[in-house]
Protein backbone atom coordinates (compact mmCIF):
# COMPACT_ATOMS: atom_id res chain seq x y z
CA UNK A 1 0.00 0.00 0.00
CA UNK A 2 2.82 2.58 0.82
CA UNK A 3 4.45 1.52 -2.58
CA UNK A 4 0.89 2.84 -4.29
CA UNK A 5 1.01 5.84 -2.10
CA UNK A 6 4.70 6.73 -3.13
CA UNK A 7 3.75 6.48 -6.99
CA UNK A 8 0.77 8.61 -6.55
CA UNK A 9 2.99 11.49 -4.79
CA UNK A 10 5.37 11.11 -7.09
CA UNK A 11 3.02 11.76 -9.92
CA UNK A 12 1.41 14.70 -7.94
CA UNK A 13 5.02 16.22 -7.52
CA UNK A 14 5.77 16.05 -11.56
CA UNK A 15 2.72 17.74 -12.58
CA UNK A 16 3.15 20.18 -10.08
CA UNK A 17 6.40 20.68 -11.23
CA UNK A 18 5.78 20.74 -15.05
CA UNK A 19 2.60 23.50 -14.21
CA UNK A 20 5.17 25.74 -12.77
CA UNK A 21 7.56 25.29 -15.18
CA UNK A 22 5.20 26.06 -18.12
CA UNK A 23 3.83 29.39 -16.02
CA UNK A 24 7.50 30.33 -15.87
CA UNK A 25 8.24 30.12 -19.16
CA UNK A 26 5.42 31.54 -20.31
CA UNK A 27 6.00 34.56 -18.32
CA UNK A 28 9.53 34.58 -19.66
CA UNK A 29 8.47 34.51 -23.34
CA UNK A 30 6.06 37.44 -22.50
CA UNK A 31 9.14 39.29 -21.02
CA UNK A 32 11.02 38.79 -23.67
CA UNK A 33 8.90 40.21 -26.43
CA UNK A 34 7.55 42.94 -24.66
CA UNK A 35 9.40 45.37 -27.16
CA UNK A 36 9.06 43.39 -30.09
CA UNK A 37 5.10 43.42 -29.93
CA UNK A 38 4.62 46.70 -32.42
CA UNK A 39 1.17 47.24 -33.58
CA UNK A 40 0.27 49.07 -36.46
CA UNK A 41 -1.40 52.26 -36.78
CA UNK A 42 -2.14 54.83 -39.58
CA UNK A 43 -1.53 58.37 -39.45
CA UNK A 44 -5.96 58.81 -39.14
CA UNK A 45 -5.41 57.01 -35.59
CA UNK A 46 -2.68 58.43 -34.76
CA UNK A 47 -4.18 61.73 -35.22
CA UNK A 48 -7.06 60.77 -33.77
CA UNK A 49 -5.76 59.13 -30.46
CA UNK A 50 -1.81 59.87 -30.45
CA UNK A 51 0.20 56.82 -28.56
CA UNK A 52 2.65 57.98 -25.58
CA UNK A 53 5.92 58.89 -26.21
CA UNK A 54 7.37 55.68 -24.89
CA UNK A 55 5.29 53.04 -26.81
CA UNK A 56 6.96 51.72 -29.64
CA UNK A 57 4.55 51.38 -32.99
CA UNK A 58 4.37 51.08 -36.92
CA UNK A 59 2.97 53.87 -38.91
CA UNK A 60 1.77 52.55 -42.63
CA UNK A 61 0.92 55.06 -45.51
CA UNK A 62 1.94 56.79 -48.68
CA UNK A 63 4.85 59.22 -48.35
CA UNK A 64 3.46 62.69 -49.10
CA UNK A 65 4.48 64.35 -52.87
CA UNK A 66 6.83 67.33 -52.40
CA UNK A 67 7.28 66.40 -48.74
CA UNK A 68 10.32 64.48 -48.96
CA UNK A 69 13.58 66.67 -47.42
CA UNK A 70 17.23 65.12 -47.28
CA UNK A 71 18.93 67.18 -44.16
CA UNK A 72 22.73 67.78 -43.25
CA UNK A 73 23.78 64.45 -42.86
CA UNK A 74 21.81 61.21 -42.99
CA UNK A 75 18.96 62.65 -41.17
CA UNK A 76 15.68 62.77 -43.55
CA UNK A 77 12.28 64.51 -42.47
CA UNK A 78 9.13 63.44 -44.69
CA UNK A 79 5.16 63.31 -44.10
CA UNK A 80 3.37 60.12 -44.31
CA UNK A 81 -0.10 60.08 -45.35
CA UNK A 82 -3.85 57.67 -45.32
CA UNK A 83 -5.55 60.47 -47.21
CA UNK A 84 -7.18 61.29 -43.93
CA UNK A 85 -4.02 62.74 -42.00
CA UNK A 86 -0.42 63.68 -42.19
CA UNK A 87 2.33 62.71 -39.81
CA UNK A 88 5.58 64.32 -39.96
CA UNK A 89 8.24 61.82 -39.34
CA UNK A 90 12.53 62.35 -38.96
CA UNK A 91 14.65 59.42 -39.79
CA UNK A 92 18.01 58.87 -39.40
CA UNK A 93 20.13 56.42 -41.41
CA UNK A 94 19.94 54.80 -44.83
CA UNK A 95 16.50 55.06 -47.16
CA UNK A 96 15.65 51.55 -48.82
CA UNK A 97 16.35 51.71 -52.16
CA UNK A 98 12.58 52.10 -53.40
CA UNK A 99 11.88 54.64 -50.63
CA UNK A 100 10.01 57.71 -53.03
CA UNK A 101 7.44 60.20 -52.99
CA UNK A 102 3.83 58.60 -53.24
CA UNK A 103 5.38 55.29 -52.88
CA UNK A 104 3.81 52.95 -49.71
CA UNK A 105 6.34 52.38 -46.38
CA UNK A 106 6.11 51.15 -43.20
CA UNK A 107 8.07 52.97 -40.65
CA UNK A 108 8.90 51.48 -36.52
CA UNK A 109 9.49 54.10 -34.10
CA UNK A 110 7.92 56.77 -31.41
CA UNK A 111 5.61 59.79 -32.04
CA UNK A 112 7.62 62.49 -29.41
CA UNK A 113 6.16 65.97 -29.63
CA UNK A 114 4.06 65.49 -32.88
CA UNK A 115 7.06 63.67 -35.25
CA UNK A 116 7.12 60.36 -35.57
CA UNK A 117 10.84 59.58 -34.93
CA UNK A 118 11.48 56.38 -36.73
CA UNK A 119 13.92 53.95 -35.52
CA UNK A 120 13.59 51.60 -38.90
CA UNK A 121 12.29 52.53 -42.49
CA UNK A 122 10.08 49.84 -44.98
CA UNK A 123 9.64 50.44 -48.52
CA UNK A 124 7.81 48.38 -50.62
CA UNK A 125 10.11 45.96 -52.54
CA UNK A 126 8.02 45.59 -56.19
CA UNK A 127 5.74 47.74 -58.10
CA UNK A 128 2.73 46.14 -56.94
CA UNK A 129 3.54 45.19 -53.35
CA UNK A 130 2.14 46.93 -50.32
CA UNK A 131 2.15 45.89 -46.94
CA UNK A 132 -1.87 44.71 -45.77
CA UNK A 133 -2.40 47.04 -43.31
CA UNK A 134 -1.20 50.16 -45.43
CA UNK A 135 -3.53 48.60 -47.88
CA UNK A 136 -6.63 48.83 -45.81
CA UNK A 137 -5.81 52.14 -44.16
CA UNK A 138 -5.71 54.15 -47.71
CA UNK A 139 -9.49 51.96 -48.40
CA UNK A 140 -10.26 53.45 -45.29
CA UNK A 141 -9.90 56.79 -46.24
CA UNK A 142 -10.76 56.20 -50.02
CA UNK A 143 -7.73 56.98 -52.06
CA UNK A 144 -6.34 53.40 -52.38
CA UNK A 145 -6.06 52.44 -56.15
CA UNK A 146 -5.53 48.61 -57.55
CA UNK A 147 -2.42 48.46 -59.54
CA UNK A 148 -2.78 48.62 -62.99
CA UNK A 149 -1.37 45.23 -64.38
Given amino acids: MALKSLKKQRRVQVVALAAV ?3 ISTGLIGYA ?8 RSPSQ ?3 APPAPNE ?27 GGATIPVT ?16 GTGRYINGVFEASEILAKHDETYMPKEVIDALKEQGIYQEPSS
Avoid at 33 to 40: K, S, V, W
Avoid at 64 to 81: A, K
Avoid at 91 to 106: A, I, K, T
Fill in 33 to 40: MRDGINFF
Fill in 91 to 106: FSGVLPDLFDENQGMV
Fill in 46 to 48: VAE
Fill in 56 to 82: TFRIGGLVEEGSLVRGQGQTITFNVTD
Fill in 21 to 23: ALI
